[in-house]
């Protein structure tokens, strides 16, 4: 079956054409993470046969104990953008500072940043449950040619060019929007090569699940805890299915396929929330609106929001339209 479907490498070449500006960078880029997931997904898969479980030792910038597998994804992804010349520039979770590129003959001659989660849900390795990778792409506003600065980074997420994850599950996806919609290809591990699996993916308008951590209930504002209220009502098509695998990627990857919230608020203990606007948060609010979904913090699109560190939190409600716009009536 899978010859006659397109690969992830045709895919992009045809989409390239259709940009009749298009250097074939942006091609190129796309490849270097296509070939990163594919890395990383081989050690995933055998992470418990090779020492790849568990703590690294150190700790990240933000207070986070790192996994072996953190550790190696963050390095997988990182040599394999170096290793082409189109990225003058990356911010990780994994890295306090953001990492600078030089070009082979020029200073940085990188027309691009990329900004990555290189795994997503480190919590669930050891206990083999879905993990993931988040990557946004802008075009750098610095001059091609100079060091990148802070600024090429902070831009908000309305300024992405492209965005995407890869989930390493029960198969494992790339799933990628260039502003053109979004698609999902599946990884035939026998031969390498991803196939054009879920064209076009769109959020259901509706849906019946809602996902958020209920173990912080108590520290959520008073109107998230209304919302929870009411998806638990006996009313209409109420009560809702109630699922957090406590990976975003995962969590959001099957919200997009069979409709539904995803909640992650800021509360009395994290007054931005969790999780990290530059790589979680914005490309996440990128595939969601290019799906017919809606991304917010509560009080503004999470992709209007003019960031002003690289590793700022944001509180993120976001999936299927009239949900999240229910959501948005309790908390307005
Ligand atoms: P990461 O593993 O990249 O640090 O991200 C963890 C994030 C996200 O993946 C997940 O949805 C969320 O943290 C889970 O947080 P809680 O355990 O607080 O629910
Ligand atoms: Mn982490
Ligand atoms: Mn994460
Ligand atoms: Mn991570």
Redesign the pocket.
């Known amino acids: 079956m899978s010859h006659q479907k397109t690969t992830l490498g045709e895919f992009i070449i045809k989409n390239q054409a259709s940009f009749s500006y298009s250097t074939g960078e942006l091609s190129s880029l796309l490849n270097a993470l296509r070939l990163a997931a594919k890395v990383v997904n081989h050690e995933v898969n055998k992470a418990g046969l090779v020492d790849l479980f568990g703590d690294s030792g150190d700790v990240n910038v933000q207070g986070e104990q790192q996994q072996k597998l953190d550790v190696f994804a963050n390095k997988t992804f990182i040599q394999s953008l170096k290793n082409r010349n189109i990225v003058c520039g990356i911010v990780s979770?994994e890295n306090d500072e953001f990492i600078t590129i030089k070009g082979q003959d020029k200073e940085s001659n990188g027309k691009y940043v990329v900004l990555m989660?290189p795994?997503?849900?480190?919590s669930n390795i050891d206990v083999n449950v879905s993990v993931?990778t988040?990557f946004s792409i802008y075009r750098r506003i610095t001059p091609i040619g100079t060091p990148v600065e802070e600024k090429d980074f902070l831009q908000p997420g309305n300024a992405q060019i492209g965005a995407g994850y890869i989930v390493y599950g029960t198969s494992t996806m790339l799933v990628y929007t260039t502003g053109d919609g979004v698609n999902g290809f599946t990884l035939n591990p026998a031969i390498g090569t991803f196939y054009l699996s879920h064209p076009n993916m769109t959020f259901p308008e509706e849906g019946k699940v809602y996902s958020v951590n209920q173990g912080n209930y108590r520290h959520f504002p008073d109107s998230v805890k209304k919302y929870i209220k009411y998806c638990q009502q006996e009313e209409e098509d109420r009560p809702y299915t109630q699922r957090y695998i406590g990976?975003?990627?995962s969590d959001f990857h099957r919200n997009m396929i069979q409709g539904g919230v995803y909640l992650y608020p800021n509360s009395t203990v994290n007054k931005d929330g969790k999780?990290?606007l530059l790589?979680?948060c914005n490309p996440i609010a990128f595939l969601t609106e290019q799906a017919g979904g809606i991304a917010t913090d509560g009080q503004v699109d999470i992709l209007d929001i003019v960031p002003s560190q690289i590793h700022e939190r944001a509180p993120l409600y976001c999936g299927s339209s009239s949900m999240v716009k229910k959501l948005l009536e309790f908390i307005k």
């Open positions: 979770e989660d795994l997503d849900g480190s993931g988040i990976s975003l990627v999780l990290r790589y979680e």
